[in-house]
């Protein structure tokens, strides 16, 4: 695997700048792909779905542009072992396209990512802790096990929540991929930050790791730290940086 | 249809100045023009007190956002746009609606200027909210999910700002809010129409023309009453942010094109007097009038009135004047490659008239010339012909110079807090929002035993109202929200320099003199507290009927209390905004609320004091902050 990663933009995301910018600063070749000139998609080699309110989160997040035609690209690069990565609204779009866990059909979702416990917007800085053994996914492979990501957590729907059987399916897939540290903000089943496929090749992940890219972004940044040096956010990037090289 | 809210005097102006009746056109954009909201009819002349000029200054107050040096990057001088308005009187009638069209607004102002909007700030003032089934609580839990919707969905962080509760406001709550920008310098657009621009294109852009907003700057500028509050729910705007979050992304797309093109356009905001307001000014400002054809705006809807088209105040549209050679491929990246049809019904780009070189203003829909007048006359004789000067004597501001030391004091011994924070209620729901509290910097009061014991009835969970607003989208954040004193932004990849932002107000000073010498001071330390340099103040001075000299001596106090301090320190007011008609059903105005937010300079973002895990650099550590 090796080439071109398309940062997807829906009408509505608000995130694209700063994933583009930090997929740049892990070395992936990466550029912005507006739903305009969507038909472009299958010349890259990787996706990544970044956050925000894609068609407004209409009906609930991720479900409008999980059909969009931008997604029927997404879905055939994925079934063909493309590397696709969606972050906030796009783990939303993900888990609502069913490539997420994977274990049903495609665009029929076994889980979702819904209404926060509290049942509004929730924006806290978090850890997530790797919850699955590195070698399970490209993502993953060159984190260390259990290691701890900072990340910030911005939505109002959020929360994993699946029917029990599904919830076994996950758990027993080992879809897991992170799990929040110290309890998840929203309620979320499982503490889980992010869902992981079968065959390791697409993940959704809810926080945002490239706003804690920097050390500048960190809370509490080290004394006398480079400011613009990569932080712990950027480490996330790494594994999908060196399978695309 | 709503009424015109034009004085009898002014209404005579107006014949004197046509030589004939006003159409009704004519008459509504009068009444929206020469609106408080408009004109700064009542405030204009106090507001010259306040110190406007200074070495960082860019871009002055006049336009709709002001600028002011931030520093320089790879040889680039870079500009931070800030503005700052109110938006109380549509968030007490509908507050979701009126809170999210105010933080649409005034990024907008930003956006205009040619910039980047980066982040906001929200100050906030309720009414008594400890019973969480009141009216009041009903309006503070819309106001709060307004500002979150809408911000979060564009995508700019909100940073900073502070939030109160008291009874003074249950009648009329304060939604202010503050946004900011960054921008080269050497790309600054104007909100004028540009020099040996006569003929060009003036292109309307964005949400097509409703019948919502209809009235809303001469609403804003009269006191609420209880009886209208349906009828008024028709003067507030609808907000669109999923519309804005893309007219945004595509401007942003346009600023680019021009500069590869090297072309100078203008480029202003719809706010009050919608179409025509917007464009009067635009040309206006520049020496110029304007041919407009209301049949080529995009409508909503069939057959609305020419003057709704003209001055309803409907959200998410700009106006941009262009010269015609550019004009077919800014359409196209607004229509096509940013699909407006698509995004929202009859969104679009589209020419609508063109300025012309005679200084009229000139509107036509179908085969009739609705309104032709001096363009001048229509956005500048306002100010210079009606000023409201009052003898001086029958100004109440009485400050109380014999205290010295009352300045920053809440004033519990004049026996004349009507307003006054009932502490052992329990009436504050939130418990004032930064940390000043806990660190008890130099400076303000220590409020956190008065914020003690506070409930937060409006919430249904504990949590602060702020966390549910977006802090770290667009990845540029240093400090977040409430991390600190003041919200931090790195907002030039791969540049060292930060911007630091604060908000304050203290609605139980009852002083108005105090009242403003305390919000100037108070921001300015919560900025230096994080290890930032101040460079600059906005402003908004929310008071209740300029028409009583008692509410008017409020304002005219306040004036005077922001210049003292601010006079004293050296920082300019680059932008502000003035809300007035503020008080209560009985027409009690509200506790004076002159709020400032300062923007300051950090010359490197590795300096910031503040953070959670730096013990020894905690916020408000007046030690590490002084550099």
């Known amino acids: 695997m090796s080439g071109r990663a398309a940062v997807l933009v829906f009408p509505g995301t608000n995130s694209e700048d700063e994933t583009l910018r930090m997929l740049h600063a892990v070395g992936v070749d990466a550029e912005l792909v507006h739903w305009s000139r969507g038909e472009s998609l299958p010349e890259y080699d990787a996706y990544v779905l970044p956050g925000g309110f894609a068609y407004e989160d209409r009906i609930r997040a991720g479900a409008i542009p999980a059909h969009d035609r931008m997604l029927d690209h997404v879905i055939d690069g994925a079934q063909r072992g493309k590397l696709v990565l969606g972050i906030c609204n796009g783990a939303q779009i993900l888990l609502e396209a069913g490539l997420v866990p994977g274990t049903g059909e495609v665009r029929r979702p076994t889980a979702a990512f819904t209404r926060n416990a509290q049942r509004h917007f ?60 110290g309890g998840a903000p929203n309620g979320a089943a499982l503490d889980c930050a992010a869902l992981v496929n079968k ?44 399978a695309l090289k | 249809m709503p009424a015109v809210n034009l004085r009898p005097d002014e209404i005579e102006r107006i014949r004197t100045a046509l030589g004939r009746e006003p159409s009704t056109v004519e008459l509504h954009a009068f009444d929206a023009q020469w609106s408080e909201h408009c004109s700064y009819k009542s405030s204009r002349h106090f507001l010259k007190r306040l110190p406007v000029t200074g070495e960082n200054v860019v871009v002055g107050v006049g336009q709709d956002a002001g600028i002011v040096h931030l520093g320089t990057h790879d040889g680039e001088r870079y500009g931070i746009v800030i503005a700052h308005e109110s938006h109380n009187h549509p968030s007490q009638v509908v507050p979701f609606e009126g809170a999210a069209t105010g933080v649409g607004g005034i990024v907008r102002d930003v956006l205009c200027m040619g910039a980047e909007v980066i982040g906001l700030a929200d100050a906030l003032r309720f009414g008594d909210t400890s019973d969480p089934r009141s009216l009041q609580s009903s309006i503070a839990e819309g106001i709060v999910e307004g500002v979150a919707a809408y911000g979060n969905a564009i995508g700019v962080p909100n940073i900073a700002g502070d939030a109160y509760a008291l009874p003074g406001f249950d009648d009329n709550c304060l939604v202010n809010v503050i946004a900011m920008g960054i921008v080269k310098e050497s790309e600054i657009i104007n909100s004028y129409a540009p020099r040996g621009s006569a003929g060009w294109d003036l292109v309307l852009v964005g949400k097509a023309t409703d019948p919502s907003g209809f009235g809303g700057a001469s609403f804003s500028s009269v006191a609420l009453d209880a009886d209208d509050a349906e009828a008024n729910k028709g003067a507030v705007q609808v907000p669109d942010p999923f519309l804005k979050n893309v007219l945004m992304r595509a401007s942003y797309r346009v600023f680019a094109y021009l500069r590869e093109n090297n072309v100078t356009a ?94 009229r203003y000139v509107l036509r829909h179908g085969r009739d010339i609705v309104m032709d007048v001096d363009i001048d006359f229509l956005t500048g004789t306002i100010r210079d012909e009606l000023p409201y000067d009052r003898p001086s004597t029958t100004l109440r501001y009485a400050r109380d110079d014999t205290k010295g030391t009352l300045r920053y004091a809440r004033d519990d011994t004049k026996g004349t807090l009507r307003y006054a924070r009932d502490d052992t209620k329990g009436t504050l729901p939130y418990a004032r929002d930064d940390k000043g509290g806990d660190s008890a910097a130099g400076g303000g009061e220590n409020l956190s035993s008065r914020a003690s014991g506070a409930k937060r009835p409006e919430s249904r969970d504990d949590s602060p109202h702020w966390e549910r607003y977006d802090t770290s989208v667009r990845g540029c954040t240093v400090l977040a929200r409430n991390v600190a004193e003041a919200g931090v932004l790195a907002p030039i990849p791969g540049s060292r320099l930060g911007v630091a932002l604060a908000v304050a107000g203290d609605p139980t000073i009852t002083d108005a003199y105090a009242a403003g010498e305390f919000a100037v001071r108070e921001a300015v330390r919560k900025v230096r507290s994080v290890g930032a340099r101040p460079i600059a103040l906005t402003d908004c001075l929310n008071f209740g009927n300029p028409n009583n000299p008692e509410h008017l001596g409020q304002l005219v106090a306040a004036i005077d209390g922001l210049a003292a301090a601010a006079t004293e320190l050296g920082l300019p007011f680059v932008s502000g905004n003035v809300s007035l008609y503020n008080a209560d059903a009985s027409g009690n105005a509200i506790p004076p609320s002159p709020i400032v937010a300062c923007v300051g300079v950090i010359d490197d973002v590795a300096m910031v004091v503040g953070g959670p895990s730096t013990s020894l650099r905690y916020a408000g550590d007046d030690k590490g902050g002084a550099r």
């Not at chain 1, 890219?213 to 594994?239: E, K, Q, V």
Request: a negative charge; aromatic letters at 8%.
């Open chain 1, 199 to 242: 065959p390791g090749n697409v993940l959704a992940i809810m926080p945002h790791p490239e706003r804690d890219g920097w050390n500048f972004n960190h809370p509490g940044h080290a004394d006398g730290a480079d400011p613009l040096a990569p932080s712990g956010g950027a480490i996330f990037f790494g594994g999908f940086a060196a």
């Open chain 1, 122 to 181: 929730v924006s806290k800085h978090v850890h997530v802790r790797l919850a699955v053994d590195p070698t399970r996914s490209p993502f993953t492979a060159l984190l260390e096990k259990n290691v701890l990501i900072p990340a910030w957590a911005s939505h109002g729907e959020g929360r994993l929540a699946a029917s029990d059987e599904h919830l076994r399916e996950i758990t027993g897939g080992a879809h897991v991929a992170f799990t929040y540290e």
């Open chain 2, 266 to 359: 203008g480029f202003k905001d719809l706010g009050a007097g919608g179409i025509m307001g917007c464009s009067a000014e635009i040309c206006s400002a520049g020496g110029y009038g304007a041919i407009i054809d209301l049949d080529d705006v995009n409508v909503a809807v069939e057959g609305m009135p020419p003057e709704v088209i003209a001055v309803g105040e409907t959200q998410e549209r700009l106006i941009w004047v262009l010269p015609p050679h550019v004009t077919a491929d800014v359409l196209r990246i607004y229509n096509e490659e940013f699909t407006l049809p698509e995004i929202a019904r009859h969104a679009c780009a589209v020419v609508i008239g063109c300025v012309s070189n005679d200084k």
